[in-house]
């Protein structure tokens, strides 16, 4: 029904990416050219492997950016070694506000596996410690009197768990070091075993703490938080549930529900649309996913002699409507539903709804 595999993202810079990439991996722990080139070949980004003058290319821009790398030799095993980068524990406040717009970014274009990853290696930069490399407090930390020894080690950690803190804040983004545990499970759910029943406690922002079954069906990242879209008995649709929102979950044994909400995955609804586009360029598709409730979309461009006849026949296949009603209400092209009738009827229904709801409001304005 669905790919849970990571698909190659067009709009990230590939130089950026693999340079990162090899900062990421160095920081972590020294590695051959044969290892890097694997995990190249292995990174759903990159998926090959790469020439000897293009990973040069790459050290030398990390160390045109201030890193140290060790060269390979008979004395180090043939092995790439970074010896320091500038990055310390003690950034300024401003370097802090570049690392999480750079977050921020790339949180619009990874996959929630490549996040938390990206959130790993963040954290390796800001809790590093380059011996060479000396900077004042960040600014929004606390100045406390000097200190030595134990104190003092303490107080450093307390400053780098406050630049980590810092660094989510900024970003808009929750730090998921404490659902690793969660995320494992629901992963192996998702990925795996697709047919587990779970039965999870929840801090709803409307209900409060509650507790329900819950058929998990995906992972996704959205907005700086991860989510696990699924099926409840309750809801004749799916539901998306915050993972950091989630207290407790632990498999269940209940065939009746899981053979119910096994059944309602697979109920999905085709979509046929007109949606008029005067040139073919302004539109290259809805851009959703199977988060959205949209698990295969086709276009099929219509030219017409006429600029305001032309169009793109639309065919959605979809478990939901809300994500695709969300998007013909704010499109800016014109369109007519070819198929199904209720969906036609359910979208009327939500226009004349929001229609009243603004007439009212523009009434208690006056």
Request: proline fraction near 5%.
């Amino acid at each position: 029904m669905m790919q849970n595999a990571i698909k190659k993202n067009k709009s990230i810079n590939s130089t950026a990416y693999r340079i990162y990439r090899i900062l990421e991996w160095l920081i972590d722990k020294p590695l051959t050219l044969t290892e890097i080139n694997m995990r190249f070949k292995n990174d759903p980004q990159i998926g090959k492997f790469l020439s000897s003058d293009s990973v040069l290319f790459y050290f030398n821009t990390l160390k045109a950016i201030g890193c140290k790398i060790q060269r390979p030799s008979p004395r180090n095993n043939f092995h790439y070694r970074l010896l320091y980068h500038p990055y310390g524990f003690a950034l300024s406040n401003q370097s802090i506000n570049l690392l999480a717009a750079v977050k921020q970014t790339l949180q619009n274009a990874f996959c929630h596996q490549e996040i938390l990853e990206l959130d790993i290696f963040f954290k390796k930069i800001l809790t590093t410690e380059n011996p060479s490399y000396h900077q004042p407090v960040i600014d929004y930390v606390p100045h406390s009197k000097t200190t030595t020894g134990a104190n003092q080690n303490k107080s450093a950690g307390h400053e780098k768990q406050l630049q980590i803190k810092a660094l989510f804040e900024k970003s808009r983004s929750v730090d998921y070091a404490n659902f690793e545990s969660h995320i494992k499970i629901l992963e192996n759910i998702c990925n795996i075993n697709k047919q587990l029943l779970i039965d999870v406690e929840y801090n709803s922002p409307v209900k409060g703490k509650e507790n329900f079954l819950f058929l998990p069906e995906l992972l996704f990242y959205e907005e700086g938080a991860l989510y696990v879209r699924g099926e409840r008995p309750e809801f004749s649709f799916p539901s998306s549930l915050r993972v950091d929102r989630i207290n407790t979950l632990s498999p269940t044994e209940d065939k009746k529900w899981l053979t119910v909400l096994s059944a309602r995955q697979k109920e999905l609804l085709v979509i046929e649309i007109q949606l008029f586009v005067p040139k073919k360029e302004l539109f290259e598709g809805t851009g959703l996913k199977p988060q959205h409730g949209v698990y295969q979309e086709t276009l099929h461009w219509v030219d017409h002699a006429e600029p305001e006849q032309c169009h793109y026949r639309v065919t959605l296949t979809v478990r939901d409507f809300f994500y695709i009603k969300q998007f013909l209400l704010a499109s800016p092209f014109l369109f007519k539903i070819l198929q199904p009738d209720y969906f036609l009827v359910d979208l009327k229904t939500a226009l004349e709804t929001l229609s009243a709801y603004y007439e009212k409001d523009n009434q208690l304005k006056y």
